[in-house]
């Protein structure tokens, strides 16, 4: 008996072995594992922008406050005047190495001379003008501006007290420039005198917060 035409060329072609699955499970069970592999992987968005944050705080400057003379709540300061030496004593009661550019600040300074015997004799030296003036760097201020006349030979001293206005706040140390205009006899109750000026200077670094602003009262 002869094979029909079509089922002889049937017999003839190889066909691919295709297993189609019909259970829903098996399907369901193969998205979540894909969507679970997938959502494990963070984006690129997301894993740069902490990187990028960190890299930019380290690289950010840390201000270091450099240490100031009156850290230690005192000090002298000699500077010359003629033949003799005008003695500085400066000191504060507050905690200067916490200074901050609008914060209170005060300083108490005595000066007195050296170099000549305390004698009945002595020449005579008197302070005529004393002048306190601070600079933050952005602008000048006059702390003290005192006209007045005062003996300033052994034993007697001069001692004022500087109450520091506030500075800009993003000012990170002040000079105040203190200075003494002096007469001072020519000789041994001549009852003539010379003018002499004499200045010094005192720095004082501040700590300055990240934002200035946060300093204004």
Known sequence: MALP??????????????????????????????????????????????????????????????????DAGSVTHQQAAGNRTLVIDYWTTQQADQWTPTGAKTIQLSAH???????????????????AVLDDGSARTTVVDDRGQFALQPPFTYGTVLELPASDP??????????????????????????????DTLVLPLVVSPDPTEDAP
């Open 170 to 199: 993003g000012a990170d140390s002040v000079t105040v420039t203190v200075q003494f205009d002096l007469l001072v006899e020519t000789g041994r109750n001549t009852d003539s005198y010379y003018r002499q000026t004499v200045i």
């Open 5 to 70: 035409l079509s089922l002889g060329l049937l017999s003839g072609c190889w066909l691919p072995d295709v297993s189609m699955s019909t259970d829903p499970a098996a399907s369901s069970t193969a998205s979540s594992a894909s969507s679970s592999a997938s959502s494990d992987q963070p984006s690129p968005a997301a894993g740069a922008a902490p990187s990028a944050r960190a890299e930019q705080a380290a690289a950010a400057p840390t201000a270091v406050r450099p240490s100031g003379e009156l």
């Open 113 to 131: 001379l050296e170099g000549q015997e305390q004698t009945a004799s002595t020449i005579r030296v008197d302070v005529t003008r004393f002048s």
